[in-house]
C-alpha cells in the first residue's frame, strides 16, 4: 500500500509535477539563483582555510582573508534573498493559478455533485490543500541550492581528503534509506490529518451558515459535542504523524553528526602527524558542518513533499470529477423572441438518486414517472402537488441543472441539451423558495444576472417585484449594503429582492418555485398586482400552494406521485377535484377558505 502510495503515477505526485511544469521559467531563475549561492558558499570554507594557513605561516596581512570573507558572505546574504524571493513568488504564482482552476472547476461541476459533497470539503480543498503545494513549491528553490551544496562540498571533499571525505560520508547512505521508509510510513498519515481537517472544516461551515438554527434550538452543545469528535480524530491522526516523525527525524539528523565526530578524531590525528594542516582541518569541518544542515533538511522536505502529495491526492479528486451537464458540441441556437417561450416535457423520467454519474441503481421509484406537459408561448401554469410529488423537479429540468433519465425537455421546440447552458439560463430564470442574496449592495444583487443593467432597469424591476417601496425607505436606497446572505432583511424582503434579479434578466420563461412563500399576505397582494403585468407575454411557471397565488395561472395542473392527474383552472379544479381541495387543504392556508366559500 505505501509503494502505491508513493509512486510518481498518483494523481496527487501527478498534479504536483504537473505545477511544477507550469512555473518552468520561475523555477529555472529559480535554480540559477540557487547556484549563484551554492557557488560562494562553497568557497567560504575554502577562504578560511587559506586565511588559516596563510596567517600562521606570516604570507599574507591579516586583515586581506576576513574581508575577502566578509565581502563574500555578503554575497551569500544577497544570493539568500533572491532565492528566498522568488522561491515565494513561484509559490504564489502556482497557487493563485491552481485556486482559479479548482474554483472555476467546481463553478463548473453538476448540480448533483453539490447535493452530495459538502461545502467545507471543497472550502478545505481550494485553501488548506492548495497551501502545501504552495509550500513545497516555495522549497524547490531552497530545496535545490541544499542539493547543489551537498553535491559541491561532497566534491570538494573527496578532492581535499579522499579518506577523510568517505568517513565524513559514511552514514549518508543510511540517510537515504531512512528517508525512504520515512515518506512511506508518513504520507498515509499525512493524508489521514487532512481529511479529518476537512470534515472539520465541515463542521465548522456548517454550524455558522446554520447559527440562527443552532441558537434557536439551544444545540450548541450538539454542535460542540460534533467539533470535539472531529477535533479529536485529527488529534489521533496528528499524533501518529509526530509518532512517525520522532522515530525517523533523530536517526536522520543523527547520521551526518557522527560524520562531524569522525572528523574531528581521524582530522585530529592527522594534524598532529603533520598529514594535515590546521586550515585543512578547520576547512573540512566547515564542509561537514554545510552537509549537516541539507541533510537536517530532508526530513523536512520528505514530510512537506509528502503532505503537497496528499493534498494533490484530494484536489486531483476535484479536479478529475467530470461535469455530467456539459454544453454540446455545437450548440443550437434559440430563436428570435417573438412568439417564444413554448415549454415542452415529453415522457420525462428522472430520479435525484440516479443523477450523479456512478451512482448505484435502486429500486425506488422515481420522481417524475413519465411527465407528459406542454405549455405554451406567454401561457402561466400554476403546479400544484404534495411535497415531493416532482413540482420542483420540473422547474430544475428546464434550466437542465439536470438531465432527465428518460424523454425530453423542450424550449421552443429545440430539446434543452442542444443549448449551450449561458443561453439556456439566460432565457430561463427561476426564483427559489429559498433565497441567497451575496454580500454587496442592493443594486449589486438585483442587478446580479446582468451587471450591466442601467439604473432605470434596476428600478423597473424593484417596481415589479414589489420591492421599491421598501428599498426607497433606506437611508442609502439602491446602495444599501446588506449583510451576509441579506439576513438583515425579511424573509418576504429577500423574495421580492430575488425576483426583482430574475427580472432584470428579462427571461422568455419565468419560473416562480414557491417564491412568495414569504412574503406577508398583504405584500404579496401587491407582488401579484406587480405580476400580473411580468406574466403577460412571459412564459411562467408557477410553483405554489396558496390559492391567491395560483389563481394568477392562466392553467393549473395538478401533479402526485411524478405525473400529472389533473388540469384546468383554478375555480374549476375547487369544485371539481377532491384531491386537489386536499393538496390545498395540507398547505394550512385560511385563503382556501376564502376561495371555496
Not at 505526485?13 to 540559477?32: H, N, P
Not at 569522525?262 to 602527524?273: C, N, Q, S
Not at 443593467?453 to 433606506?474: K, N, P, S, W, Y
Not at 381541495?581 to 385560511?590: K, M, N, S, T
Amino acid at each position: 500500500m505505501a509503494g502505491q502510495t508513493t509512486s510518481t503515477r498518483s494523481p496527487g505526485w501527478d498534479l504536483l509535477v504537473e505545477a511544477l511544469r507550469g512555473q518552468k521559467a520561475g523555477l529555472f531563475v529559480g535554480m540559477l539563483v540557487a547556484l549563484g549561492w551554492t557557488s560562494v558558499r562553497v568557497a567560504v570554507p575554502t577562504l578560511i582555510r587559506l586565511g588559516i594557513d596563510n596567517g600562521l605561516q606570516g604570507d599574507d596581512p591579516l586583515w586581506r582573508w576576513p574581508a575577502v570573507i566578509v565581502a563574500i558572505g555578503s554575497l551569500s546574504g544577497l544570493f539568500m534573498g533572491l532565492r528566498r524571493y522568488v522561491a515565494f513568488r513561484n509559490a504564489r504564482i502556482v497557487e493563485a493559478r491552481y485556486r482559479d482552476r479548482i474554483f472555476a472547476h467546481i463553478q463548473r461541476l453538476h448540480f448533483a455533485y453539490h447535493d452530495t459533497t459538502a461545502t467545507g470539503e471543497l472550502m478545505s480543498r481550494a485553501n488548506t490543500d492548495l497551501q502545501q503545494f504552495q509550500n513545497v513549491v516555495t522549497m524547490v528553490p531552497i530545496t535545490t541550492g541544499n542539493a547543489l551544496i551537498v553535491i559541491a562540498v561532497v566534491v570538494v571533499m573527496l578532492i581535499v581528503n579522499p579518506v577523510l571525505a568517505l568517513l565524513a560520508l559514511v552514514g549518508l547512505p543510511f540517510v537515504n534509506v531512512l528517508g525512504r521508509r520515512f515518506s512511506q510510513r508518513l504520507h498515509p498519515a499525512v493524508l489521514g490529518v487532512q481529511r479529518e481537517s476537512a470534515e472539520l472544516a465541515g463542521v465548522v461551515e456548517e454550524t455558522v451558515s446554520g447559527i440562527r438554527v443552532v441558537k434557536g434550538f439551544g444545540a450548541e452543545p450538539v454542535q460542540s459535542s460534533k467539533l470535539d469528535v472531529e477535533a479529536d480524530d485529527i488529534f489521533d491522526q496528528a499524533t501518529d504523524v509526530a509518532r512517525i516523525r520522532s522515530r525517523y527525524l533523530p536517526a536522520i539528523e543523527l547520521m551526518p553528526n557522527l560524520g562531524l565526530v569522525v572528523v574531528l578524531a581521524y582530522g585530529g590525528h592527522l594534524v598532529i602527524e603533520g598529514q594535515l594542516t590546521v586550515g585543512e582541518l578547520v576547512g573540512f569541518n566547515l564542509y561537514v558542518f554545510m552537509l549537516i544542515q541539507p541533510l537536517r533538511m530532508l526530513g523536512m522536505v520528505v514530510a512537506q513533499g509528502q503532505r503537497a502529495a496528499a493534498a494533490g491526492e484530494r484536489i486531483a479528486e476535484v479536479l478529475s470529477t467530470a461535469p455530467s451537464i456539459v454544453d454540446p458540441t455545437h450548440p443550437r441556437p434559440l430563436p428570435s423572441r417573438n412568439g417564444a417561450g413554448l415549454v415542452e416535457f415529453k415522457n420525462v423520467v428522472f430520479d435525484y438518486q440516479r443523477a450523479e454519474p456512478g451512482a448505484a441503481s435502486n429500486d425506488s421509484p422515481p420522481v417524475l414517472r413519465g411527465l407528459d406537459l406542454r405549455i405554451e408561448a406567454g401561457e402561466s401554469v400554476a403546479i400544484v402537488g404534495a411535497t415531493g410529488c416532482g413540482k420542483s423537479t420540473v422547474a430544475r429540468l428546464l434550466p437542465r441543472y439536470y438531465d432527465a433519465e428518460e424523454g425530453a425537455v423542450l424550449l421552443d421546440d429545440i430539446d434543452v441539451r442542444e443549448l449551450s447552458r449561458h443561453e439556456l439560463r439566460r432565457a430561463v430564470s427561476i426564483v427559489f423558495e429559498e433565497t441567497f442574496l451575496f454580500s454587496g449592495s442592493i443594486r449589486d444583487n438585483i442587478a446580479f444576472a446582468d451587471p450591466g443593467a442601467t439604473d432605470a432597469e434596476v428600478r423597473r424591476a424593484a417596481e415589479l417585484a414589489g420591492a421599491a417601496e421598501f428599498i426607497d425607505e433606506f437611508a442609502e436606497g439602491y446602495d444599501t449594503p446588506l449583510g451576509e446572505r441579506g439576513l438583515s432583511l425579511s424573509g418576504g424582503q429577500r423574495q421580492r429582492l430575488a425576483i426583482a434579479r430574475s427580472l432584470v434578466a428579462d427571461p422568455r420563461v419565468l419560473i416562480l418555485d414557491d417564491a412568495t412563500s414569504a412574503v406577508d399576505p398583504t405584500k404579496e397582494h401587491e407582488i401579484r398586482d406587480a405580476m400580473t403585468e411580468v406574466m403577460t407575454g412571459r412564459t411562467t411557471i408557477v410553483i405554489a400552494h396558496r390559492p391567491a397565488t395560483i389563481a394568477l395561472a392562466d392553467r393549473v395542473v395538478l401533479m402526485d406521485e411524478g405525473v400529472i392527474v389533473a388540469e384546468g383552472k383554478h375555480d374549476e379544479l375547487l369544485v371539481s377535484n377532491a384531491r386537489y381541495r386536499e393538496v390545498l387543504a395540507a398547505g394550512g392556508d385560511a385563503d382556501l377558505e376564502e376561495a371555496t366559500a
